[in-house]
């Protein structure tokens, strides 16, 4: 079905540099995800004439702290209030900053936890 | 008189049918920044896939949304089927693409219904919704449900539709062709409503681009990006290009869509005359393991799928970017310079859907 993807990783102190040359190549954002596992898991995802690639960066769960890629791409805030209201981590500079406001969880931080521990059908 | 005041707009408000926040900083009446908030009914739903077998959670991500719930099932069952190497019957990524068909007119039909309700043309909404009716009574025939079709499984499909009835369906769209084309005629030549929807909200195509923008919001102005054009389901076979509008307003975000319905009506024929015999499931043993993005074309626009696992029955994570929240920047970008009466019907033409952003 889907065309041929990249997954690259990278390094944090060279994601924005990175995520510039992308956007100077022509490449929209579509979107930034996240997963936790033993650390957090973000990936960047860019397409250009439906093809698509991402980066990975890994995070530390302590102190997870990352830069900001809405200077390059402003849609970019969204995702990233939407990160730190799931997971807890912090982003600086973020171009339109929600500080922890753009969900309205009942939970601080859902995401935040390895939930893969917790298997099978309790909580239903 | 120059000074500001912030407006409060929503969550609940007469036109929204889902909760949608904004904060509208307006200079008299016209509105100078704006700045939306959700998050009121976030469900937490992807954290599921840590606590459903993987083949289960596909009744899930069918009630992510209410209007293009078997687009999302297909899109997750891809999304194994991509990882665990699945390759389904050719019969049944017919069917899928037949039911993906049926829900883009049944949403555009509801969206052309909101938007008219919106700026105070009742007859006109209920006469829309009169047609999309139809549309929902041949989805009830063939899937038994109206809203959550429960028709996509991991491997192919549930259940077929026979051949006599799939020309039916065609002879029936045929039919309703006429219907559609007299109520959207209304939409593209009444002067009422050309008042509302020309010039206002406009995106450019740069900005489009630029901000991530997705399906008919994008394509209104000038963009021809629709990721049915991968070839997924039965695509790789139906001839079709992608409906584009250049002037980026509201007005052509309605053209854009009511195209579409034609241009589906159209992709289902094609589909009813290519359909192959044979089975329309395979057998699923085993686990996924691996990591992959899928995407595809909702009514709304391009929605991503992300699913990592590692070979247990539970996933690792589900990620699910919508084309709701993709098009939240551009609708942040459209606002500043319209007048507040004009707030609904922008905020309708992005055809947000707020149970697919929270899901």
């Known amino acids: 079905m889907s065309r041929e993807q990249k997954m690259i990783n990278i390094e944090k102190d060279i994601l924005v540099s990175r995520i510039a040359e992308l956007r100077d190549s022509g490449y929209r954002l579509a979107q930034i995800g996240c997963t936790t596992l033993e650390d957090f898991e973000l990936t960047y995802s860019f397409d250009r004439d439906y093809r698509f690639m991402s980066l990975k960066l890994i995070v530390p769960r302590e102190g997870a702290e990352i830069p900001t890629i809405s200077g390059i791409y402003w849609n970019a805030f969204i995702y990233e209030n939407e990160i730190h209201d799931l997971f807890g981590i912090k982003i600086k500079n973020i171009a339109v900053d929600y500080k922890g406001n753009f969900y309205h969880t009942a939970v601080k931080f859902p995401f935040g936890r390895d939930n893969t521990g917790r298997k099978g059908e309790e909580g239903q | ?359």
């Open chain 2, 1 to 359: 008189m120059s000074g500001r005041t912030t407006i409060p707009f929503g969550p609940q408000h007469p036109v929204f049918p889902e909760p949608l926040h904004l904060d509208l900083v307006m200079e008299d009446e016209v509105i100078v920044e704006a700045l939306p908030s959700i998050g009121f009914v976030h469900r937490g739903l992807e954290g599921l896939v840590n606590r459903k077998d993987f083949l289960d959670f596909v009744y899930i991500a069918e009630r992510i949304c209410g209007i293009c719930s078997f687009i999302h099932g297909m899109t997750y069952c891809m999304a194994i089927e991509e990882i665990m190497k699945i390759e389904i019957p050719p019969r049944a990524n017919y069917l899928r693409t037949v039911w993906s068909e049926l829900s883009r007119i049944h949403s555009h039909l509801m969206w052309l219904g909101f938007t008219s309700d919106a700026f105070g043309f009742e007859n006109l909404f209920m006469n829309t919704w009169r047609i999309r009716e139809k549309i929902l009574d041949i989805i009830e025939a063939t899937t038994g449900g109206r809203v959550i079709f429960g028709s996509c499984k991991v491997g192919g499909v549930r259940r077929d539709i026979d051949n006599a009835t799939l020309v039916d369906i065609v002879r029936k769209l045929e039919d309703y062709t006429q219907d559609i084309e007299e109520i959207t005629n209304i939409f593209l030549k009444d002067s009422s409503v050309k008042h509302r929807l020309i010039g206002t909200g406009v995106l450019t195509k740069e900005e489009a681009y630029a901000l991530g923008a997705a399906g008919p919001t994008l394509r209104a102005s000038g963009v021809a990006q629709d990721m049915r054009k991968l070839g997924y389901a039965a695509f790789k076979d139906i001839v079709f290009e992608p409906v584009i509008e250049q002037d980026g307003d509201s007005y052509a975000r309605c053209k854009v869509r009511i195209r579409e319905i034609f241009c589906s009506i159209d992709m289902i024929g094609q589909a009813v005359r290519k359909i192959p015999k044979g089975p329309v499931e395979v057998k699923v043993t085993g686990a996924p393991s691996g990591e992959i993005f899928v995407r595809t074309e909702q009514p709304r626009g391009e929605v991503i799928y992300y699913a990592k696992a590692n070979g247990e029955r539970f996933l690792q994570r589900l990620r699910v970017r919508t084309p709701t929240f993709a098009n939240i920047p551009a609708l942040v970008k459209i606002l500043p310079g319209c007048e507040l009466a004009d707030v609904p019907v922008l905020v309708l033409t992005i055809d947000p859907c707020i149970s697919c952003a929270e899901r």
